[in-house]
């Protein structure tokens, strides 16, 4: 029986030349019950010859498991048991610091040095992040979340950020939770004047009801931690250059990058920070470049990148860099799609140009950036369309052909007045040498290529043009459905966009004869061709005879 098999046990012990030691380490890891099973065999045992226990514990989590298990005071059970207690000392603060950043430093080895804004670091860190690290548990606990999350997505985010949301994820995730799922109010930049007081004050009011919340830190500290990975949380107004600069760093304040710092991947839909930096750095070679961006186009992320290209404009693009860059953008520019054309958003041909603009005018002096502009137009074969969009802002600049507005400051032209007259002439010829072959005519812009070319030639001999290319009815077709534009609205009770579609009759009369053209089309659209049009050539024709009729109201 038992006590026999006890009483043999004793013997052999006994005559043992050495003494048994019993290592039971990390029982404060059980659960309660677990606990106290350890304990009861370990005091049903312990009496034997020889033999000695070690146990290893977080004292105060054994006593009161303890207690919820045993009748009476945890602590005088474990009295009970354990003879000879020792108290580890506590690990100072400076060892545990150590610890943690010798860790971090094996983390972060190869990060390039442009990467880590030190004084950031040490901002973050002494605001709230070094109060979360009380122990050498605390440090492994936290380090196996980080070490996890940063290797996939270390190319996309701040590392410093990461660093410490990875800490408010480990030390107190209903924080966490709070942030993740409330991201309009930590992210972005305050911008008074477009938020009612009513607006403000209601996110001033939920931002403290989530840190009002939190028990584990203190809430003085934790408002400054958060301000500084949040700036919106400040009362203070952002430029948009700082919103940019956000967004170029990966910061977690940035609407762009801050999912992927919780779902920790990038967004099919994005372009990673590696691929965009990636991208520009063949910008010192024409062909690279140029086939990095139709590679881009490809894959329907052309547009996103040009977004994201400005945050580079100012000094992320190398200054030998920038003739070749505009040219390329100058020589496919008219193969990217135009995107979205709502009277907020802002078009391909638009974003091209800001980038012209803020990459030329890192120059200072004119006679730079007409030499730019001059050979990449002269090595533009490509595109035409991107060539009399710059040119002409630039005539708007100095209030020349046709636009009447006041001319911009010297200093914000791009080129002087003798400059400008050169690099009309050059794109009025690349518009001839186009008109010359079909592919005028068939540009998707060609509207808007004749309205520059009226300005900067005759009238005459645009009009002349437009009625060489439209003798055929096919032709005068597409013509039409060159005017053909949609236009969005909706009233207060609708969800979604109410889409019509227009032709303004005056613009297409700067060209032809009304009259002629109306005969022809509603001769087209009697005839057995007009069923085997493309549905929009249908619509155009439809259109300008409505708006022809009076059934559309021709305003704009």
């Known amino acids: 029986d038992i006590n026999a098999v006890k009483s043999e046990l004793n013997s052999l012990l006994k ?39 070690l146990l290893s514990f977080d004292k105060n989590v054994v006593i009161n498991a303890l207690k919820k298990v045993q009748e009476g005071s945890g602590n005088k059970y474990l009295e009970k048991v354990v003879q000879v207690p020792f108290e580890i000392p506590q690990m100072s603060k400076r060892e545990v610091e150590r610890l943690l950043f010798s860790k971090l430093d094996e983390l972060i080895h190869d ?40 290797s996939l997505v270390k190319d996309e985010v701040n590392p410093i950020d990461f660093i410490a949301i990875t800490a408010i994820q480990v030390f ?8 993740k799922t409330n991201k309009d109010l930590f992210v972005g930049k305050r911008i008074s004047h477009q938020q009612t007081e009513d607006l403000m004050e209601k996110e001033r009011s939920s931002i403290e009801s989530i840190v009002g919340e939190v028990e584990e830190i203190q809430s003085d500290i934790l408002q400054d931690f958060l301000k500084r990975l949040f700036p919106k949380l400040e009362n203070i107004v952002y430029s948009h250059s700082s919103f940019e600069d956000w967004r170029k760093e990966g910061r977690l304040c940035s609407p762009d990058i801050f999912d992927t710092y919780f779902k920790l991947f990038i967004p099919k839909d994005e372009i990673p920070l590696k691929e965009i930096k990636r991208v520009l750095s063949t910008g010192s070679n024409m062909r690279s470049f140029s086939r990095e961006l139709i590679k881009l186009n490809k894959d329907g992320k052309i547009i996103r990148f040009l977004e994201r290209m400005e945050d580079y404009t100012s000094d992320g693009i190398p200054e030998k860099n ?38 030329s005018h890192r120059f200072k002096e004119q006679e730079t950036r007409f030499e730019i502009f001059n050979k990449a137009i002269e090595n533009t074969t490509n595109s035409l369309h991107t060539i009399v969009n710059e040119i002409g802002v630039q005539c708007q600049q100095h209030g020349k052909y046709g636009f009447k507005e006041r001319p911009e400051a010297p200093e914000k032209m791009t080129v002087n007045q003798a400059q400008l007259e050169k690099l009309v002439a050059l794109a009025l010829r690349k518009v001839e040498d186009w008109a010359k072959t079909d592919k005028l005519a068939k540009h998707k812009h060609l509207l808007s290529i004749l309205y520059m070319w009226r300005c900067w030639d005759s009238p005459k001999r645009v009009n002349k043009y437009v009625n060489s290319i439209i003798k055929k009815d096919n032709d005068l077709i597409v013509f039409i459905t060159h005017f053909l534009s949609k236009v969005k609205s909706h009233t207060l009770n609708d969800y979604v966009d109410r889409i019509k579609w227009q032709i303004n009759l005056d613009n297409v009369a700067e060209t032809v004869k009304l009259e002629d053209v109306e005969k022809r089309i509603r001769k087209i659209q009697s005839s057995k061709k007009y069923k085997k049009l493309k549905d929009k050539e249908k619509l155009a024709i439809k259109t300008f005879l409505d708006t022809y009729d009076g059934k559309i109201e021709n305003r704009f």
């Open 111 to 150: 990060l390039p040095e442009e990467r880590w804004n030190q004084i950031y670091w040490g901002n973050i860190y002494h605001s709230g992040l070094k109060h979360f690290y009380n122990n050498i548990r605390d440090v492994n606990r936290y380090l196996n979340s980080l070490s996890f999350g940063f």
């Open 172 to 179: 107190i995730p209903n924080l966490y939770e709070s942030i």
């Open 15 to 53: 005559e043992l030349d050495t003494k048994l030691i019993i290592v039971i380490d990390d029982i404060d890891r059980l659960n309660n019950t677990e606990i106290r099973q350890i304990f009861q065999l370990i005091k049903s045992l312990a009496d034997f010859p020889n033999t000695t226990y």
């Open 322 to 359: 920038i003739a070749t860059i505009i040219t390329a953008l100058m020589n496919i520019g008219d193969k990217f799609p135009e995107g979205d054309n709502s009277f907020f958003a802002t078009s391909t041909s638009m974003r091209i140009l800001r980038l012209l603009y803020q990459l």
